[in-house]
């Protein structure tokens, strides 16, 4: 997991409530992503960015927004017009040199919907 | 459109015996592969990956990919299975249309019996 720091480690929300996942990177990478993992479903993409100040949705952004302002930083807002919140959240970053960068995750966190 | 499948969601095998995970892609123009592993409640952490060049690709922690392209199939692979590599394994494919996502199979867990 190194270099890329996400918290809380679990986090509980009630619901209309909005919450937001930290995710923070010190490996000097441009580009960061958002997946959302659900047991027996892989990875699912909901947000990227390649550079700060610019994100784009992925295949599940209905109900989550995010923000770059520093390069360093991606969080994740989690609002409450995401119905069924439940899920293991994983953070990403990559050099965004290309097709052939790796991908180096963080920690995760896990948020239940109380 | 990119895709991978993983054909088995649990693979069991003994300690010591040579094991093998499956992963088949399919793609529009050159493929761009990985192997990640997860550990419970942790982040993915990056095995191996295919750009070009020889099929037998050599990553982390004594794991070996093959990559066949007339199959199209990139089988992880290790000689003698431990104990601590009961995990859950992701194959993941790089869009090549112009776009920085990443699609990742479903997964397979692996269950090493001592």
């Known amino acids: 997991d190194g270099g890329i720091t996400q918290s809380p480690k679990y986090l509980f929300r009630k619901e209309g409530q909005n919450v937001t996942l930290s995710c923070e990177q010190n490996?000097?990478?441009?580009?960061m992503y958002w997946y959302r993992q659900d047991p027996g479903q892989g990875l699912r993409l909901i947000y990227y960015?390649?550079?700060?100040?610019?994100?784009q949705k992925g295949d599940i952004a209905e109900g989550y927004s995010v923000s770059r302002e520093k390069k360093e930083s991606f969080p994740l807002t989690v609002t409450s017009a995401q119905k069924n919140p439940t899920a293991f959240y994983l953070c990403?970053?990559?050099?965004?040199?290309?097709?052939?960068?790796?991908?180096?995750f963080g920690p995760g966190t896990r948020l239940t919907v109380l | 459109a990119q895709s991978v499948a993983q054909p088995e969601d649990q693979v069991n095998v003994a300690e010591g015996n040579p094991l093998t995970v499956k992963c088949t892609y399919s793609v529009s123009g050159n493929p761009y592969l990985f192997w990640y592993v997860q550990y419970p409640n942790r982040g993915l952490q990056f095995l191996l990956k295919y750009i070009t060049g020889d099929n037998l690709v050599k990553g982390s922690y004594g794991f070996e990919a093959e990559f066949n392209k007339s199959q199209t199939s990139f089988h992880l692979k290790k000689p003698s299975a431990l104990v601590s590599d009961s995990a859950l394994y992701f194959c993941?494919?790089?869009?090549?249309?112009?776009?920085?996502?990443?699609?990742f199979g479903a997964g397979t867990r692996l269950f090493v019996k001592a």
């Open positions: 960015s390649q550079i700060v100040n610019d994100f």
């Open positions: 993941a494919v790089r869009e090549n249309t112009g776009g920085f996502k990443t699609i």
């Open positions: 490996l000097n990478h441009d580009a």
């Open positions: 990403a970053s990559s050099t965004g040199q290309g097709l052939t960068d790796t991908q180096y």
